[in-house]
Every structure is written in C-alpha cells, then in structure tokens.
C-alpha cells in the first residue's frame, strides 16, 4: 500500500466548501491523479505516482468569475487544465493592474503563501477548468516524496522567473517592441500547448494587454495597427495572425507613419507577387 494512504482524508481530496457558489463542477472526469497532475506541470512524477490515491479536484469557472480575491485567506494552489485567465493587483484607489495571463499548465496562487492571504485576484477570461491542490495535501505530499517538493519548488521558481523576465522586458524595451514581444511569447506559449503559434485569438482586451505591458490602450491598438500595415502580422478584430515572427521578435521601433503608408504600398505589391517573405526579412534587418 502507497505511504500516501497514511494521510487523513481530508488531505487526499480537495475541498472545494470555500469556493464561489457561482463556480460550477465539471461534467465527467472530476477528479486528476498525481501522474496527472504532474504531467500537467511539465515534472517528473514520483516512481510511485500510480501507486497514489491522492486525487485532486476539477472545478470549472465561467468566463468573468474568479477564482480567488485579494486578502482571501489562502488555503489552496490552482492549477490551469483548460482556459484563459488574468492575474491583477487592485490598489486601494481601486485601479487594476493586470500582473500575468495564465494559461493551460501554469500554477495560480503561491502569493498567498507568505502571509497565508492571496495577494491578487485571479480571474477567467474564458471558460476556465481549474484543479485544486490544497496546501495542506501538498506538504503532506512533499513530506512523503521529497522529489515531488522539489519539483513544485521547481514549477513556483518558474513562476517566478517568468514574471522577472517581464519587469526586465518592460524596463528595456519600446513600446513598439513591447507589443511584438508579448504577441511573439504568446504565440509560444500557444505552441508549447500544441495549438498554432501563429494563427491564435486575444482572449484579453487591449486594455488588458496594456495594462500589462504598462501602456496606454492607444498605444496597443495604434502599435497593432502599424504591425498591421507593414505586413509583420494581421488583425481581424481579437484573431492574430503573426506573418513575421522573426522580425516581430527583434524588432526595436517601428518607422514614422509616412514612412510604413510606403511600406504598406510595397507590401501589398510583395503580396499579390508572393515575394513577401523575402521582404519580411528585409523589414527586420530595416528595423533594427
């Protein structure tokens, strides 16, 4: 019998008494097991994983709902199964900040465990199917299989890393390139998923995105639509199509307005010969 059967039952199985009651349970498979879970977060599973009967929770929340409040009292980590959501931070003027766009695979709440209060909201954009790991269930885990600990420790560090490399991204770059590097991680991130990295639909407003990247919602739809025009992406409403991933990426600024209304002549020229994509890297070698 697995060392796990040790644990109380109350640590086995998630307890969803504290959720909202507008979050609603997920028809058919309800619950994930340690090797799924695992799988999930891109670790490896302990060596006895198909031996556990820990299970943990599905709980599904409709696009606007969250999943946990600022000054909530923290009891338990989120896990992304499905869906789109938005991480913010509401000063006490009531102004939202939006911090990160989680999405399948990524862990949710390790701000509450400083002060045993979730430090921001979490919040669906779509459709969201959420796992639940109590705390308490994982440090009895983490008791049992020291490799898993290390290896959640692994997946919050990454967490971490990931919202670091933003901060830097944001202090260094254009606001133009800010736009073109938030598409282009995005798109691999999708990729990572196994969906187009290339052709994806904006499940956030470019409010949202602004107040991510720190800029106005002008300058989104006005960086998106000089984008637009040189040929380095194309925009139909929240579809995104990225055409030039490459010059995307390092792309530093973006040409006065005059300037792209000739590139845009030319790149309709390209288009209607098929010679864009030798254009495309002519562009990025422009731009940089």
């Given at each position: ?52 009967d820990t ?10 709902q969250r ?12 896990i992304v ?208």
């Amino acid at each position: 019998m697995s060392n796990i059967s040790t644990l109380s039952q109350s640590t086995r199985f998630a307890d969803i008494s504290t959720m909202s009651d507008s979050a609603w349970r997920q028809q058919g498979s309800l619950w994930s097991n340690l090797r799924q879970v695992c799988d999930l977060l891109a670790i490896p599973a302990p060596a006895t994983a198909d031996q556990e009967d820990t299970v943990f929770q599905h709980v599904r929340f409709k696009a606007g709902q969250r999943i946990h409040r600022i000054g909530q009292a923290f009891d338990t980590l989120y896990i992304v199964n499905s869906g789109f959501l938005k991480t913010v931070h509401i000063d006490e003027y009531g102004n939202e900040q939006v911090l990160s766009f989680p999405m399948k695979g990524d862990l949710l709440g390790i701000d509450g465990i400083h002060k045993q209060h979730y430090a921001s909201e979490a919040i669906a954009l779509s459709d969201c199917d959420m796992i639940l790991v109590p705390y308490k269930t994982f440090t009895a885990l983490g008791r049992v299989h020291v490799e898993l600990e290390q290896a959640m420790f692994n997946v919050m560090s990454r967490e971490i890393v990931r919202e670091q490399m933003m901060i830097s991204m944001l202090s260094a770059l254009s606001a133009e390139a800010k736009v073109a590097r938030f598409l282009t991680n995005l798109g691999e991130r999708f990729n990572q998923m196994g969906y187009s990295g290339r052709s994806f639909n904006l499940r956030m407003t470019r409010q949202e995105i602004g107040s991510y990247l720190g800029l106005t919602l002008e300058t989104v739809s006005r960086t998106l639509s000089a984008l637009n025009e040189l040929g380095l992406i194309s925009v139909e409403q929240r579809e995104i199509n990225l055409i030039d991933p490459v010059a995307l990426k390092t792309l530093r600024r973006l040409p006065p307005a005059k300037a792209r209304i000739k590139v845009s002549e030319k790149v309709t020229a390209l288009v209607n010969k098929n010679l864009l994509p030798q254009w495309n890297g002519e562009l990025a070698a422009a731009l940089n």
